[in-house]
């Protein structure tokens, strides 16, 4: 079973930066696709960013509304996935979730990621 536990949110000024971390424990963190994904009030859970990975990085892939601002990687050395995110915006104000998909392939659906963590709080004023 793999426990992911998310870290670093809060509140920072608009154009600011935060960098997000999910450290994995249990399963095969090193096989698995991993995916950021945002919830905001009265809305429903998007995809922010993932990250596939077979020895080295296969891919990443952004969703439009974050690319040039956020850079999602990996550590698999410690178990960690990070996101890097610069210049935020007010409307990045969500709660992060991390989450795992066996299947390694980089969804973009929630749907299809099989453990998740238990979300970090970020904050943007304007």
């Known amino acids: 079973q793999v426990q992911l536990v998310e870290s670093g949110g809060g509140l920072v000024q608009a154009g600011g930066s935060l960098r997000l971390s999910c450290a994995a424990s249990?399963?095969?963190?090193?096989?698995?696709?991993m995916g950021w994904f945002r919830q905001a009030p009265g809305k429903e859970r998007e995809f922010v960013a993932g990250?596939?990975?077979?020895?080295?990085?296969?891919?990443?892939r952004y969703a439009d509304s974050v690319k040039g601002r956020f850079t999602i990687s990996r550590d698999n050395a410690k178990n960690t996935v990070y996101l890097q995110m610069n210049a935020l915006k007010p409307e990045d104000t969500a709660v992060y979730y991390c989450?795992?998909?066996?299947?390694?392939?980089?969804?973009?659906?929630?749907?299809?990621?099989?453990?998740w963590g238990q979300g970090t709080q970020v904050t943007v004023s304007s």
């Open positions: 990250i596939r990975w077979n020895i080295e990085v296969i891919g990443t």
């Open positions: 249990g399963g095969t963190f090193s096989r698995y696709a």
């Open positions: 989450a795992a998909d066996r299947s390694t392939v980089l969804r973009v659906d929630a749907k299809f990621y099989d453990y």
